[in-house]
């Protein structure tokens, strides 16, 4: 009989104890030709990431030229005065880096990513690029060209066309944050490479600018990297340009924007709010993730579980501009999209939902819930060096100090739940918001009007 073998079970792993985590401080410096620099060293992220700030906000576009500060960052990845577009590319490709950048309202921003090991010649590359961009006439055509293309393709984008609309009916119309941020087919036609190297030399200059590198920077002689490469970098000073206030006009009210046959309503309901100056914030952001940051959030459980209606609704804050004197602003909006027929009944309910938060306010279970997601996965969502850079140089654009996202996590988890409420409350009131609706008008219009939360008006989808 053959003798069964014995198991020998080892004894289960225990948690450690957890460590202390801080969102990491920078270094800060800056060159001789005024470039500032924030430096973070991130042992063990071996692939590092730059990102560049340029003050050439889209407020500083000439007019009829809305637009031109996305071609020009598109553009400065297109040739140097050193390789062609092509080449540009393939020694990108060689040092294994990645190089992107986009506009927004504050500014340009170019983001690159490279190993190490590679980082001097991709900071070289970055710097051929800032200090001298080709701005070929044939490579803007063609950027002009692959934008107008996009165009068509955005609005028929529910999600986009509804953020389109909400724009508009925000601001004022002769205020840029009122108009699409890479211009419309109108003003991208009218862009040009003179208009490119005009706007350029305008706005792109190192004093005004800010480097932020963050990564494993063990053995890199950083200084003399930056010194050779983005220091080689010059340019004029400049005079503080004058920001303008950010204004919006945020009655309750309700935009359709008609598309016959839609079998779905995308939803995007939003005004403008505080933004990361105010003191408010982290009992902004912690209130509004109750609301909607998750899909355990009010808006979830009731309009996604409980009715399914939908598939996710959200609430978030997103900054549009900050500043320090209190002209900055934040959206503050809720989005998502629900099946046509039931449109009425999930603005109704989202409406009692918002009711029943001022009334009721928000529960401690719901509050501690928040933090943990908010403040307990933070170390994962900076794992990162692209994460850690992006949030430095979100904190530069927005003029904070350079503690700015530490400080914010611990005043998270010190915000009590009375607080969160108040300021979600404040954030959404229900008769301040005003609700952009893409979709069927046929099927729709009726059941909202009869909902009472502001005139209604329908517009034609482009």
């Known amino acids: 009989m053959t003798e069964l073998a014995t198991m020998e079970f080892h004894a289960q792993p225990q948690a450690g104890e957890p460590k202390p985590w801080a969102f990491p401080a920078p270094e800060r410096g800056s060159l001789d030709n005024g470039l500032t620099v924030l430096r973070c060293h991130r042992p063990g992220q071996q692939v590092v990431a730059v990102e560049v700030l340029l003050d050439a906000p889209l407020d500083a576009e000439p007019a009829g030229l809305d637009g031109v500060a996305t071609i020009m960052a598109r553009a400065f990845s297109e040739g140097t005065d050193k390789h062609s577009a092509e080449d540009f590319a393939a020694e990108l490709e060689r040092c294994g880096a990645t190089l992107d950048a986009h506009a927004d309202h504050p500014g340009v921003r170019l983001s690159l990513e490279v190993p190490a090991s590679r980082l001097g010649k991709a900071l070289g590359l970055l710097a051929d690029a800032l200090r001298a961009p080709a701005f070929a006439d044939g490579e803007v055509e063609r950027l002009v060209r692959n934008r107008l293309d996009e165009i068509p393709h955005e609005l028929a984008n529910p999600s986009r066309r509804a953020a389109k609309e909400l724009s508009k009916e925000l601001f004022p119309a002769d205020a840029r944050m009122s108009r699409p941020r890479q211009g419309t087919e109108e003003t991208v036609e009218a862009i040009d490479s003179a208009a490119v190297r005009a706007f350029y030399e305008r706005h792109v200059r190192p004093a005004t600018a800010t480097a932020v590198v963050v990564g494993d920077l063990t053995g890199v002689d950083l200084d003399a990297l930056l010194a050779d490469t983005l220091g080689a970098w010059t340019g004029s000073a400049a005079e503080p340009r004058p920001v303008p206030p950010v204004t919006a006009d945020d009655r309750g009210r309700v935009v359709i924007v008609d598309r016959p046959g839609a079998v779905q309503t995308q939803l995007l309901i939003g005004r403008t709010g505080a933004d990361r100056h105010d003191r408010v914030w982290p009992a902004q952001v912690l209130g509004t993730y109750c609301l909607g940051g998750t899909l355990t959030s009010r808006l979830d459980r009731v309009l996604r579980e409980e009715k399914g209606y939908t598939y996710g609704v959200r609430a978030f804050g997103q900054v549009l501009r900050s500043a320090p004197d209190g002209t900055g602003a934040a959206m503050l909006a809720i989005s998502g999209s629900v099946d046509t027929p039931n449109t009425g009944p999930a603005l109704e309910d989202l409406w009692t939902v918002l009711r029943k938060l001022a009334a009721e306010g928000l ?35 927005q003029h904070l100090p350079d503690d700015f996202q530490a400080t914010l996590y611990r005043q998270l988890a010190a915000t009590g739940t009375v607080e969160a409420t108040a300021a979600v409350v404040n954030a959404f009131p229900v008769d301040r918001l005003v609700t952009v609706l893409v979709g069927d008008a046929a099927q729709i219009k009726e059941p909202v009007e009869a909902l009472g939360i502001g005139e209604v008006t329908v517009v034609a989808a482009e």
């Open 363 to 397: 529960t401690d279970a719901e509050r501690d819930v928040a933090v943990q997601n908010l403040v307990g996965v933070a170390p994962l969502k900076y794992e990162t060096a692209a994460a850690v850079a992006s949030t430095l140089a979100d904190q530069v654009e």
